[in-house]
């Protein structure tokens, strides 16, 4: 029910602006160096397709492109399950509602190199409790140089950092729930699990469509957490594409390479979070597409 | 009690303790001394200090840090919305030329990962001057922070019924006047949302922040990098200004708590 | 079939108000009733009473004799269609009618012949594949009144203004629907509106509330005819009854320059009570010329309501309203003489109608 009107670019025209200047520049500049061979001090050399095919061959890329997928698929399995039941549990309307809200608040607002030092400490055999706490239980656990206790780690770091942001979004999206279809549910007398399948998930499905992009989209691109807890190590168990692409663009000067990276990049989270999108929303039928 | 409602409770006394655990870890080494913290692992200082506090509060240059911070994240909070608010107006209202292809364009931005952006910032920011102020940062952000902000807005705009806009053209508001003391008002939540969201993102980003800013603009997430003394890092003084950094967030959720709630559900969510 | 009774029954909330007391009220197997009244009489929670979705702080709740105050809707088989379609989206028509009987673990089979019998009571037949999520409001209350059809243990179906989102148009139709389904199963069925048109048109038995109080309950002829309490008559009627605030004088009891003649044991027993006199525009009749016991009045306005005239009348320090039929001329300004046929005056002694003679009986 829209006005067809095109004066509203007026409206639009700010905000264009603004990210006009921050992102077609940028944008620009990164095609033109993915084209292009640059070394320092020498002009640029254009060479075609060559950096992408560079990369696309490159084994540390690929590793840490399969690495990340799965990081980023093993995230969404457990954050998202995790996420909507806790929303679940949590009390609606009281002192206990606002409390628990602050304390889940409060890791979605730490700086991310604050996230990654407070788990640094928390995890360093000599800094931290978590060692003193696994080798209570018998396990040698050491973060600096078992892949196994390194990768565990960073996941549940990602768990702890960003689960309370589903919770949250459920939390709003369960409260948008009338109290008439639980109350028509019970009247049907469908189990708890029932009125969770055909009752709760229906009409969360938009708030979890929302949660599910973000997440995808920003764990795909998790840089500084991981960095100050491992540094992408031990070797590189724990180097996702984020770490690739900085160590190429500001350590190497490989920019061409970085460039080019950024771009397929982009691609992919393009593509993925498109399929999510349109799985998502056509799914749950009445929703408005954008 | 039944044993679902036990496992229920049980489960969510874990998680929150789950939640609790690192930062009370970092709130106890924050009245630590780093002789404490390399020597003992225990839950309560032993011999508590306030020193590291007291470092922060004196020390010039974590007050300036502080400061610089604030500074980027609220103009990155006043642009952003500034500039959402109407485009988001524009796309709840009415359709133009372009319009779905404009909105998932927005979108996309926040797919770019961070570090693309990182060497051809430096160059853009410093090319106009603006390198090493907060406005760098401040615009830089507002990349990641327009789109959302636009998206949220959008939802709760087109919660509010274009009955109300056309009543109030009748009843002879200018348009300004309708939007001034009608429209925004109503919109309320909305902004509270969207601004919370802007002040986070901002707030917690790092990347952008250091490679932007120099010397005068530095801001405290990058001064705690600088707390590397002889024997390494300064433990305990990064500590409590980890915890300081926390409580503006925890302030800010205090006040928009009725909002996020209310809010979400009025939303495009 | 299943007798619903409610004995002294209130609820409070929190803050100490009620929201209804003192309800003692029956309804026996199969009637079809309604609960009337404005909003926030108390009806809804009523409802829920009945339903088992609130447990009342006081008073007992029984089905067929049983006190089933603990009990939930779904051990009481009370079925509910709420005031906005509840249909489950990701189910079709046909497995969102099933989903009672699934959740029993009835046999597929029974639910093979069972559901295209009742969309087709419902007229849901050629929908019964289609997804439900899109269907209109109406279809939707449909879908929600099937589900509790559906059950062949159903104790009664309440209904929560099931109308009020519906289109004006198809309300007809859904109406039509109900008094079909009501006629198939003979299924008790409280009807909750604040339309008295709906309730009255739908209904046997109505129970008019206000302010958390049932203050009568009858077939519409009775609330129409005999209405127990000044706002019953106030609140039936299009429009309702005409009230005076009167005072007794001896055996006389007058409104402004009205006065009625009393006999001597019907004015002792209103003695000391507020009171007030009732009668409904229908019965008051105007006449051209003087009457005995008539009243000189000038018609201030009319209203036209297509079968007859609605007339604002002042007359003996009243202000009432009459109901003329559409073809009698009247003006504006015009006089007419106004009597109130005795037969249908109703007398309320501390809001409570006075069921006692108004005229000496001929001995």
């Known amino acids: 029910m829209s006005i067809r009107n095109n004066r509203a670019w007026l409206f639009v025209l700010p905000a ?46 690929r590793n840490a492109f399969v690495r990340q997928l799965g990081f980023s698929f093993l995230i969404l399995l457990i954050e998202v399950p995790l996420g909507v039941a806790i929303a679940l549990a949590l009390p609606k309307k009281s002192w206990r509602a606002t409390v628990s809200l602050i304390v889940l608040g409060l890791p979605l607002l730490i700086p991310w190199n604050v996230v990654g030092i407070i788990w640094r400490v928390f995890t360093r055999s000599d800094l931290g409790i978590v060692p003193l706490f696994f080798n209570a239980l018998g396990y040698d656990y050491n973060v600096a140089l078992n892949p196994v206790d390194a990768y565990w780690t960073v996941v549940i770091m990602d768990v702890w950092h960003w689960t309370p942001l589903i919770v949250l979004l459920c939390y709003a999206g369960l409260n948008a729930i009338p109290d008439a279809f639980y109350q028509a549910a019970e009247i049907d007398g469908a189990s708890s699990w029932r009125t969770f399948l055909y009752v709760t998930l229906p009409r969360l499905r938009s708030v979890l469509t929302i949660g599910i992009l973000l997440r995808f989209m920003d764990s795909f691109r998790i840089y500084t957490e991981v960095f100050l807890l491992t540094g ?51 799914v749950s039928s009445g929703s408005r597409t954008r | 009690m039944k044993p679902r409602r036990l496992w229920v409770n049980v489960l969510m006394i874990v998680y929150f303790l789950f939640l609790a655990a690192p930062l009370a870890w970092m709130l106890s080494m924050s009245f630590k001394t780093n002789a404490e913290i390399l020597t003992t692992r225990s839950l309560l200082p032993q011999q508590p200090t306030t020193a590291n506090y007291e470092e922060i509060f004196t020390e010039p240059f974590w007050r300036e840090s502080f400061i610089n911070s604030l500074s980027y994240v609220l103009l990155n909070t006043v642009i952003t919305l500034a500039v959402s608010v109407p485009a988001a107006y524009a796309f709840s209202r009415f359709s133009f030329t372009g319009d779905n292809h404009l909105f998932f364009w927005l979108l996309t931005n926040r797919m770019a990962p961070e570090a693309v952006f990182l060497l051809p910032y430096f160059q853009l920011y410093s090319a106009i001057k603006l390198f090493d102020t907060p406005y760098a940062v401040a615009l830089a952000h507002t990349l990641f922070s327009i789109p959302l902000a636009i998206w949220i807005l959008e939802g709760f705009m087109s919660g509010i019924p274009r009955e109300i806009d056309e009543t109030a053209f009748i009843d002879g508001y200018s348009f300004f006047g309708f939007f001034r003391k009608i429209f925004l008002p109503l919109i309320g939540p909305g902004i509270g949302v969207a601004a919370f969201f802007s002040f986070l993102f901002s707030w917690v980003e790092l990347l952008m922040a250091r490679t932007l800013t120099g010397v005068n603009a530095k801001p405290i997430a990058v001064t705690l990098s600088r707390s590397l003394g002889a024997e390494g890092w300064d433990w305990g003084v990064i500590a409590a200004a980890g915890v300081l950094m926390i409580i503006p967030g925890a302030i800010l959720i205090y006040f928009v708590r009725n909002y996020l709630a209310k809010g979400f559900a009025l939303g495009r969510v | 079939m299943t007798t619903i009774e409610l004995v002294d029954v209130a609820h409070m909330y929190s803050s100490g108000q009620y929201a209804v007391k003192n309800i003692n009220l029956k309804w026996e197997p199969g009637v079809s009733s309604a609960l009337l009244g404005p909003s926030g009489c108390g009806k809804t929670t009523l409802l829920k009473i009945i339903s088992g979705l609130l447990r009342p702080t006081h008073g007992r709740v029984l089905l067929n004799g049983e006190e089933v105050n603990h009990k939930t809707p779904k051990e009481r088989n009370i079925a509910q269609v709420f005031q906005f379609p509840v249909v489950y989206e990701t189910l079709n028509v046909y497995d969102n009618l099933a989903f009672p009987l699934r959740n029993r673990h009835v046999p597929e089979t029974v639910v093979r012949r069972r559901i295209p019998e009742i969309a087709e009571l419902l007229g849901l037949t050629d929908k019964l594949k289609h997804n439900s999520a899109g269907l209109s409001a109406s279809d939707k209350q449909l879908i929600s009144l099937g589900r509790g059809v559906v059950r062949d243990d159903l104790a009664a179906i309440l209904l929560d203004e099931p109308l009020t989102v519906i289109d004006p148009h198809q309300k007809w139709h859904l109406r039509r629907r109900l008094k079909l389904l009501h006629h198939r199963f003979k299924i008790t069925m409280i009807y909750v509106t604040h339309d008295q048109h709906e309730a009255l048109t739908f209904a046997d038995q109505v129970t008019v509330m206000n302010n958390g109080s049932a203050l009568q309950t009858g077939s519409p002829q009775d609330l129409h005819s005999k209405p127990q309490a000044p706002f019953v008559g106030y609140f039936i009627g299009s429009p309702g009854m005409n009230l005076f605030d009167a005072a007794l004088t001896g055996n006389q009891i007058s409104a402004g320059r009205y006065s009625l003649n009393l006999p001597q044991d019907t004015a002792k027993a209103i003695a000391g009570q507020s009171l007030k006199i009732g009668i409904r525009p229908e019965f008051v009749e105007i006449h051209a010329a003087e009457q005995p016991h008539s009243i000189p009045s000038t018609v201030k306005e009319i209203y036209l309501t297509g079968s007859s005239k609605i007339l604002d009348l002042y007359g003996a320090d009243l202000h009432f309203k009459a109901r003329i039929p559409d073809t009698t001329t009247l003006h504006v300004g015009d006089t007419v003489w106004a009597s109130f046929a005795r037969q249908w005056l109703m007398i309320y002694a501390d809001d409570e109608a006075v069921n006692l003679p108004l005229e000496e009986t001929v001995r």
């Open chain 1, 16 to 61: 264009l602006l603004v990210m006009a200047l921050n992102a077609f520049i940028p944008f620009i500049t990164v095609i033109n160096y993915s084209l292009q061979d640059i070394l320092p001090g020498l002009p640029a050399i254009d060479v075609g397709l060559e950096n992408f095919q560079t990369v696309l061959k490159d084994d540390l890329f």
């Open chain 1, 232 to 282: 992408g190590g031990p070797g590189t168990t724990t180097t996702f594409l984020s770490d690739v692409l900085v160590r190429k663009a500001v350590g190497g000067f490989e920019f061409g390479y970085a460039a080019a990276l950024s771009l397929i990049y982009f691609f992919v989270i393009l593509v993925i979070s498109y399929a999510f999108f349109l799985v998502l929303t056509n």
